[in-house]
């Protein structure tokens, strides 16, 4: 069974310029997560999505950062205009939803973005 | 809101040794506890886990105590081996609509051969 595809795996970008992130959940799964992770650190919540309905986005700063989920499958995650300060690895996780298998998050690899 | 604290920050031990990693969790309502594992430029994945009806767990190698009262938890890798090296990190979970992970900072485990 494939797991969480994320892509690009590396972004380098200079500042002020836009970048987007994609991610495919594993097949079945209702909810899907985007992370934060910087060097050193635990993920942070940025957003959380139960299909289509993002019901937890408190922490996603949303000046700049943007996420969809369309037919509540494949999402994206986009900064505009990106920061020096959001250097770090974005993870996507999901997972089944519901009562049963509702907390184990099964992660993708992480996309490294890197802000020049 | 909820608050993991994870120490050590770094452990080495020679391979074969045990290895004891531990958390303390604030919100006495959290009833789900994983641990993860990260290697080097992968995302953290689920080695195990424990809800709260239950005191210890075991896997193989690993396994996973829980102190409801005293809110803390500890991770315990026996024998262990130099693929054990990466960094592990614990969380806690409140059940319920809001199914947000709060992580303890990671332990960078380095397993000496």
Same mark, same amino acid.
């Given at each position: 069974?494939?797991?969480?595809?994320?892509?690009?795996?590396?972004?380098?970008?200079?500042?002020?310029?836009?970048? %987007?992130?994609?991610?495919?959940?594993?097949?079945?799964?209702?909810? $899907?997560?985007?992370? +934060?992770?910087?060097?050193?650190?635990?993920?942070?919540?940025?957003?959380?999505?139960?299909?289509?309905?993002?019901?937890?986005?408190?922490?996603?700063p949303?000046?700049?950062?943007s %996420?969809?989920?369309?037919?509540?499958?494949?999402?994206? +995650?986009?900064?505009?205009?990106?920061? +020096?300060?959001?250097? %770090?690895?974005?993870?996507?996780?999901?997972?089944?939803?519901?009562?049963?298998? %509702?907390?184990?998050?099964?992660?993708?690899?992480?996309?490294? +973005?890197?802000? $020049? | 809101?909820?608050?993991?604290?994870?120490?050590?920050?770094?452990?080495?031990?020679?391979?074969?040794?045990?290895?004891v990693?531990?958390?303390?969790?604030?919100?006495?309502?959290?009833?789900?506890?994983?641990?993860?594992?990260?290697?080097?430029?992968?995302?953290?994945?689920?080695?195990?886990?424990?809800?709260?009806?239950?005191?210890?767990?075991?896997?193989?190698r690993?396994?996973?105590t829980?102190?409801?009262?005293?809110?803390?938890?500890?991770?315990?890798?026996?024998e262990?081996?130099?693929?054990?090296?990466?960094?592990?990190?614990?969380?806690?979970?409140?059940?319920?609509?809001?199914?947000?992970?709060?992580?303890g900072?990671?332990?960078?485990?380095?397993?000496?051969?």
């Amino acid at each position: 069974e494939a797991g969480v595809v994320q892509s690009p795996r590396y972004k380098i970008i200079e500042k002020k310029q836009p970048v %987007a992130f994609w991610c495919n959940p594993i097949s079945g799964h209702n909810t $899907l997560y985007w992370y +934060l992770q910087n060097l050193g650190q635990g993920p942070e919540l940025l957003i959380r999505y139960e299909n289509e309905e993002a019901v937890d986005d408190s922490q996603l700063p949303k000046d700049r950062f943007s %996420a969809e989920r369309l037919k509540g499958v494949d999402s994206t +995650l986009k900064i505009q205009p990106a920061e +020096l300060g959001d250097s %770090a690895v974005y993870l996507c996780a999901s997972s089944l939803g519901g009562l049963q298998g %509702a907390h184990e998050q099964f992660f993708g690899p992480g996309t490294r +973005l890197t802000v $020049l | 809101g909820e608050n993991v604290e994870q120490h050590p920050s770094t452990l080495s031990v020679q391979e074969g040794d045990s290895a004891v990693i531990k958390c303390t969790y604030s919100d006495s309502a959290s009833n789900y506890f994983p641990w993860y594992k990260q290697e080097l430029g992968k995302g953290p994945q689920l080695i195990i886990d424990i809800r709260s009806n239950v005191g210890e767990k075991k896997d193989q190698r690993i396994a996973v105590t829980l102190n409801k009262t005293a809110k803390h938890f500890s991770l315990h890798i026996t024998e262990t081996q130099p693929e054990d090296s990466a960094v592990y990190f614990c969380a806690a979970i409140r059940s319920g609509s809001a199914r947000q992970l709060t992580f303890g900072s990671g332990t960078q485990l380095t397993v000496l051969p």
